[in-house]
């Protein structure tokens, strides 16, 4: 399935986890990542919380959506997760379906950061499998140098773009058997 690609900046926003239990986890961890004033509200908690997380041990109520930028359903019952995500469509938020997610607006890729540099695949949600792997291989090439060609290219900016282009298809070249270039 087609999507558009995007960096969401979340920093600072409020994003609602509704559910605590394992297919939270990683999209908690994500939020977390992305600095965004993450609030987790489910009866109990399954799995262990980052400390950056605000939780509320409580159900889901429909007051929860107002003001966030993004809901994640992820609570054990259906019926839940469709209720909330009814309702923060209502509120204008962005709604990522963790039980079905060829519903929602929003699905996660597999990302690998080095520096400011920031890889993500997806595989049009046909196998998360196949998109970490991919992720894996591109983080296994990267090796850093790409973060570092990042890094030079925000000091030496504005550059001529043929001095960009041959420090990236520098930077791009697999490197030899050996570690030779």
Known sequence: MPGMPAILDVEGRRCLVV?????????????VAADADVV?????????????????PRPWAPADVDGCAIVVTAADDA???????RAAKAAGALVLRADSPGIGDLRLPAVH??????????????????????????AELEGG???ALADWARANRPVSRAEARRRVRE?????EPGGAR
């Not at 987790?40 to 509320?56: G, I, K, M, Q, W």
Request: glycine share 6%.
């Open 171 to 175: 930077a791009t070249r697999e490197p």
């Open 19 to 31: 559910g605590a239990g394992k297919a939270a986890s990683w999209k908690i961890a994500a939020l």
């Open 145 to 147: 140098r790409w973060a």
């Open 40 to 56: 987790v509200v489910a009866p109990r908690a399954l799995v262990e919380l980052p400390d950056a997380v605000t939780f509320e």
């Open 79 to 85: 019926a839940v997760n469709e209720q909330a995500a």
């Open 113 to 138: 950061r080095s520096g400011t540099v920031t890889f993500s695949v997806d595989t049009g949600r046909a196998s998360p499998t196949l998109s970490s792997a991919l992720r894996d291989r591109v």
